[in-house]
């Protein structure tokens, strides 16, 4: 079964800072990446994904990931957060069957 | 509409008590998920059913058990609470697809056991 392993529990930033969230998996098939958010209280929203072609895929909200097949990463970007990025981010990898997630990052942006 | 939508969205109940889950999708998808996230915000695949059949059931106490009467609907059912099943209960659902598939989640709903 697959595997996400997402390094960094909880990154604090100031405003216009730029934000990397590092994210690796374990899996040995073709794989569906993903990056979700989940706001507090709320449900996990989709903020991009990767299926094939183009390993650089842009999200909704400025956000972007790199699929970078020969270190198993996939890790997400932003340029310049906001204080409304504060969130909790999580990485998923899709195989065969399921979807298995990463313990996630909370990201905490000083306004 | 929401797509994938679960009631109720908050429970308070006591220990050893017996409540049931229940959600459903009008996104035509032929897959249905329930996650579990505790209080560490850890996510954790409960079931996954494909056509109204079982495809993944981990490791998760017999007290809970699911039941998918059709496509669109699978219900989760919890015997005998315990102070740990606290958690928020997600519902999710996706479409078995060669190109790659994406899974839509409900809005959770928030269980609190006393």
């Given at each position: 079964a697959q595997s996400v392993s997402q390094h960094n529990h909880h990154v604090i930033l100031s405003e216009a800072a730029s934000l990397e969230l590092g994210c690796n998996y374990s899996y040995g098939g073709t794989v569906n990446l993903f990056w979700y958010v989940q706001y507090p209280g709320q449900h996990l929203q989709l903020l991009l994904k990767y299926f094939?072609?183009?390993?650089l895929v842009k999200g909704i909200k400025g956000f972007e990931a790199e699929f970078i097949k020969s270190k198993f990463s996939f890790n997400l970007r932003k340029p310049s957060v906001q204080w409304s990025d504060t969130a909790e981010y999580f990485c998923a990898v899709k195989g065969n069957n399921d979807m298995r997630f990463g313990a996630g990052t909370r990201l905490t942006v000083k306004p | 509409d929401t797509a994938v939508s679960q009631t109720p969205k908050y429970l308070v109940t006591q220990m050893g008590n017996d409540k049931s889950i229940k959600c459903e999708q009008?996104?035509?998808?032929d897959t249905m998920y329930w996650y579990k996230q505790d209080s560490k915000k850890f996510l954790k695949i409960m079931f996954s059913y494909n056509n109204k059949e079982l495809i993944i059931n981990e490791t998760?106490?017999?007290?809970f058990s699911p039941k998918s009467p059709d496509k669109a609907h699978l219900n989760l059912h919890i015997n005998?609470?315990?102070?740990?099943?606290?958690a928020v209960y997600f519902c999710a659902s996706s479409q078995t697809s060669a190109s790659g598939n994406t899974i839509y989640f409900g809005e959770g709903s928030w269980l609190t056991v006393v």
């Amino acid at each position: 079964a697959q595997s996400v392993s997402q390094h960094n529990h909880h990154v604090i930033l100031s405003e216009a800072a730029s934000l990397e969230l590092g994210c690796n998996y374990s899996y040995g098939g073709t794989v569906n990446l993903f990056w979700y958010v989940q706001y507090p209280g709320q449900h996990l929203q989709l903020l991009l994904k990767y299926f094939s072609g183009d390993p650089l895929v842009k999200g909704i909200k400025g956000f972007e990931a790199e699929f970078i097949k020969s270190k198993f990463s996939f890790n997400l970007r932003k340029p310049s957060v906001q204080w409304s990025d504060t969130a909790e981010y999580f990485c998923a990898v899709k195989g065969n069957n399921d979807m298995r997630f990463g313990a996630g990052t909370r990201l905490t942006v000083k306004p | 509409d929401t797509a994938v939508s679960q009631t109720p969205k908050y429970l308070v109940t006591q220990m050893g008590n017996d409540k049931s889950i229940k959600c459903e999708q009008n996104l035509g998808h032929d897959t249905m998920y329930w996650y579990k996230q505790d209080s560490k915000k850890f996510l954790k695949i409960m079931f996954s059913y494909n056509n109204k059949e079982l495809i993944i059931n981990e490791t998760v106490p017999n007290r809970f058990s699911p039941k998918s009467p059709d496509k669109a609907h699978l219900n989760l059912h919890i015997n005998s609470l315990e102070l740990g099943d606290s958690a928020v209960y997600f519902c999710a659902s996706s479409q078995t697809s060669a190109s790659g598939n994406t899974i839509y989640f409900g809005e959770g709903s928030w269980l609190t056991v006393v």
